[in-house]
C-alpha cells in the first residue's frame, strides 16, 4: 500500500538580504492513513516552516529549493496554484497556534464555516451546508451550535474558537490534518481537551495528523509516531513509546529532560543550556555539536548521518555509527 | 445603542453650548463695535443700530436673548448684509461648500482606496514607488498651492477648464481636485498601510489554508477589515474638508460657507462669525457621531457603550 504522505529530502529556505536562512534542511518522512505524527522541537528548529511546505503556504521571501512531496499518489511541489486551492482544506487541512486571532473577525462562525463548503462542494445547497456546519459543531462539542453559527469570534473564549477552527478543518473530511501547536495558546485543562477530542475525531474520521508541539507530554497519547526536529533537519525519529523509553539523540534526552513531571519539585526543570545555532552560517558539524554533553571530536569536524537505532527507530548521531564503541 | 445615541446627542448640545457662549464672550471682547468703518457713521445712526440690535442692553441681556434665539437655531441677522439673515446665508452658501466637500470625499475614496490597494500588493515596486511620491508630496503641499497649480495649469495653460466661479459642472472640477488632494493621500496611505498589516495577520492565512484563492483572500477576507480605519476616519475627514475650504472656495470665488466666514471676520458681522462657528461645531459633532454609529455596524467588535449585549 502507498503512503499518504511522503516527504523527500525537502529544503525550505528564506532569501533574506542577509543571506539564505534554511529553516528545514533536507527533510525526509512519511506518513500512512490514519497515522499521528508528532513533530516536535524548539522554537525556530523548522517545524512550522515543514507544516506551510507542506500546503504550500510559506511567507514571502521563502520557497521550497529542494526535494518532493509525495501526498497521495501525486507529486504536489509541482501542482500549480490553482490546483493547490483545490487540495487545500479538502484533501489537507491546517490549524493553528493561536485561535484567538485565526478566525476573521468581521465574518461570523456560519460564515466562515460554511465558505470551506462553498469552496469544495460547490453543489450543496445552502439548507445542505447549514446542516453539516450544525453537524460538526455538534461533534466538536460546542453546545447551542445554531446560535454559535450567528456569533462573532470575538463572542467565543479561545478553547471554543480552537473547537471552531477544527470543525471548519475538518468539514470537508480531509486526509490529512496538519496542527500547528493547536494548543499553545489554551489552558492547561483545555489543551488535553482539545488533543482528547482531535483523538476521537482521527478515529471517527480516519484523519492522518502532524501535530507540531515544542512540549512531548501533550502528545504523548494521541501520536504514533515522532519526528525530532532541531536546526532545520530532523535528528531522530522514532514510535512513540520508543522516543519515550528509547531516546537517541542526545537533544531529545534533553527535551525529555525538560518535561515536567509529577514527582518534581519546583524550579527543578532543567531546559537545555545555550541556544539553537544561526541558521544562516553553512555548518559542516553536527548542530547540535555546541550544546551537547557527550560532543566528540568527530561531532565538530563532520556532519553525522542518520543511523538505525532500533526498530523504525533513527537518528543523526555519531553515536550510533557502527564503528562507535558500544558501553558495556 | 439607543441610549448610546441619546447620551452622544446630549454631550454635543452641552458641548455647543459651551461653544456658543465661548464666541459670545470673545466677539464682545474684541475692541471696538460692530458698526466702526473706515469712514466712520454719524453718531445718531450708531446709536439707532446699537437699539435695534438690543446692542445697549447689558451683557447678560444679550448673552441670554442669544442663546435663546441659538436654542430655535435662529442666529440673527447679519449686521452686514441688512436684508439677510444668517440663516439665509447658511441655507444658500453651505449647499455649495457640502457639493464641493462632499464629491471631493467621494474622489478621494475612488481613488485612494484602489490606489492603497495596489500600492500594497505591489509593494516596493515601480506602481507602489510612484504612489509614494505622489501621496507624500500631496499630503504635504497645502491646499491653497495644489488650487494655484490646478488653475495654472488647467485653466490658464492648457485652457480646459475655466478658471473660476461656480454654476456649470466644469467649475466645480478644479476645487474638488483641489480639495480633494488631502483626503486622497491619506486614504491610499492609510489603506496601503492597513492592508498590509491585514494580508500579514492569521486569519488570512488561516483562509488560504482554507483553500480561498488570492483573490478571495484579498478582496473578501483582507479588504473587509483593512478598510474599517478609513471608515473610521470618513468623519472627521469629511469635516475636516467642510471646514477647511475657506481658501480654495476663496481662489474659485466659489459662493460656499468658507468664503463667507473668513469674509465675516473682515467685516467684523458678530452674528455670522457667531452663527458660523456654531454650524461647524454642530456639523463636526454630528458627522463624528456619525461615523462611530457607522463603524459599531460594519465591526461586530465594536460594542457602543451602554449597549447591552
Ligand atoms: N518569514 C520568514 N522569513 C525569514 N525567516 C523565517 C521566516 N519564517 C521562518 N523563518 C526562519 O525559519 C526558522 C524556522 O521557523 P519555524 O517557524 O518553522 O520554527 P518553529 O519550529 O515552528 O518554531 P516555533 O515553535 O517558534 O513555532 C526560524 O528560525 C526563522 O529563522
Ligand atoms: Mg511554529
Known amino acids: ?328 | 445603542m439607543f441610549k448610546y445615541i441619546l447620551k452622544r446627542v446630549l454631550i454635543g448640545i452641552l458641548t455647543i453650548f459651551v461653544i456658543a457662549s465661548i464666541t459670545f464672550f470673545l466677539c464682545r471682547a474684541i475692541p471696538g463695535g460692530p458698526f466702526d468703518r473706515d469712514k466712520p457713521l454719524n453718531e445718531t445712526t450708531i446709536a439707532n443700530l446699537n437699539a435695534k440690535y438690543h446692542l445697549d442692553d447689558p451683557v447678560w441681556k444679550q448673552y441670554l436673548r442669544y442663546m435663546w434665539d441659538v436654542a430655535k437655531f435662529d442666529f440673527g441677522p447679519s449686521y452686514y448684509y441688512k436684508s439677510e439673515t444668517v440663516n439665509d446665508y447658511i441655507n444658500r452658501c453651505f449647499p455649495v461648500s457640502a457639493v464641493v466637500g462632499f464629491l471631493s470625499i467621494i474622489v478621494a475614496l475612488a481613488l485612494g482606496i484602489p490606489l492603497g490597494i495596489m500600492s500594497a500588493l505591489r509593494q516596493n515596486k515601480l506602481e507602489d514607488n510612484i504612489t509614494k511620491v505622489l501621496t507624500t508630496l500631496l499630503v504635504s503641499l497645502p491646499n491653497f498651492v495644489v488650487a494655484s497649480g490646478l488653475m495654472y495649469t488647467l485653466a490658464y495653460k492648457l485652457n480646459i477648464l475655466p478658471p473660476a466661479l461656480w454654476g456649470t459642472p466644469q467649475q466645480a472640477v478644479m476645487p474638488i481636485l483641489a480639495l480633494a488632494a488631502y483626503p486622497l493621500s491619506y486614504f491610499t496611505k492609510m489603506m496601503k498601510s492597513s492592508m498590509l498589516e491585514v494580508m500579514d495577520s492569521d486569519y488570512v492565512r488561516t483562509a488560504r489554508a482554507k483553500g480561498c484563492s488570492k483573490f478571495l483572500m484579498t478582496y473578501k477576507h483582507a479588504l473587509k477589515n483593512a478598510v474599517l480605519p478609513i471608515v473610521t476616519s470618513l468623519g472627521p475627514m469629511f469635516a475636516g474638508t467642510l471646514t477647511g475650504s475657506f481658501v480654495v472656495e476663496k481662489i474659485f470665488a466659489i459662493p460656499g460657507l468658507g468664503e463667507q466666514f473668513t469674509k465675516s471676520i473682515f467685516n467684523r458681522d458678530y452674528p455670522m462669525i457667531m452663527g458660523l462657528t456654531i454650524f461647524y461645531s454642530i456639523l463636526l459633532i454630528v458627522f463624528v457621531l456619525v461615523t462611530d454609529i457607522a463603524n459599531a455596524i460594519i465591526d461586530p467588535r465594536i460594542k457602543l457603550e451602554g449597549e447591552e449585549s
Open chain 1, 1 to 328: 500500500m502507498s503512503k499518504l504522505l511522503e516527504v523527500k529530502n525537502l529544503s525550505t529556505s528564506f532569501f533574506t538580504k542577509y543571506g539564505e536562512i534554511k529553516a528545514v534542511n533536507n527533510v525526509s518522512f512519511d506518513l500512512d492513513e490514519g497515522e499521528v505524527l508528532a513533530i516536535v522541537g524548539e522554537s525556530g528548529s523548522g517545524k512550522s516552516v515543514t507544516a506551510f511546505s507542506i500546503m504550500q503556504l510559506i511567507a514571502k521571501g521563502g520557497r521550497i529549493v529542494n526535494g518532493e512531496i509525495h501526498f497521495n499518489g501525486q507529486e504536489i511541489t509541482k501542482l500549480t496554484e490553482k490546483e493547490m486551492t483545490r487540495i487545500r482544506g479538502k484533501e489537507i487541512s491546517m490549524i493553528f497556534q493561536d485561535p484567538m486571532t485565526c478566525l476573521n473577525p468581521v465574518f461570523t462562525i456560519g460564515d466562515q464555516m460554511e465558505e470551506v463548503l462553498k469552496l469544495h462542494f460547490k453543489e450543496l445547497g445552502k439548507a445542505e451546508r447549514k446542516q453539516r456546519c450544525l453537524e460538526m459543531l455538534d461533534k466538536v462539542g460546542i453546545p447551542n451550535a445554531e446560535e454559535r453559527l450567528k456569533q462573532y469570534p470575538h463572542e467565543l473564549s479561545g478553547g471554543m474558537r480552537q473547537r471552531v477552527m477544527i470543525a471548519i478543518s475538518l468539514l470537508c473530511s480531509p486526509k490529512l490534518l496538519i496542527a500547528d501547536e493547536p494548543t499553545t495558546a489554551l489552558d492547561v485543562t483545555i489543551q488535553a481537551q482539545i488533543i482528547d477530542l482531535l483523538k476521537e475525531l482521527k478515529e471517527e474520521y480516519n484523519t492522518a495528523i502532524i501535530i507540531i508541539t515544542h512540549d512531548l507530554g501533550v502528545v504523548a497519547n494521541i501520536a504514533d509516531k515522532v519526528n525530532v526536529m532541531y536546526s532545520g533537519e530532523i535528528v531522530e525519529t522514532a514510535d512513540i513509546r520508543n522516543l519515550y523509553y528509547n531516546p537517541s539523540h542526545p537533544y531529545t534526552w534533553g527535551l525529555l529532560k525538560a518535561l515536567p513531571r509529577l514527582d518534581m519539585k519546583e524550579n527543578e526543570l532543567q531546559p537545555i543550556p545555550g541556544s539553537t545555532p544561526d541558521l544562516l552560517l553553512e555548518m559542516d558539524h553536527c548542530p547540535f555539536f555546541d550544546r551537547c554533553e557527550y560532543a566528540m571530536e568527530c561531532c565538530r569536524q563532520s556532519k553525522p548521518e542518520y543511523y538505525e537505532t532500533g526498530e523504525n527507530h533513527i537518528a543523526k548521531c555519531w553515536r550510533y555509527h557502527p564503528d562507535f564503541p558500544k558501553e558495556a
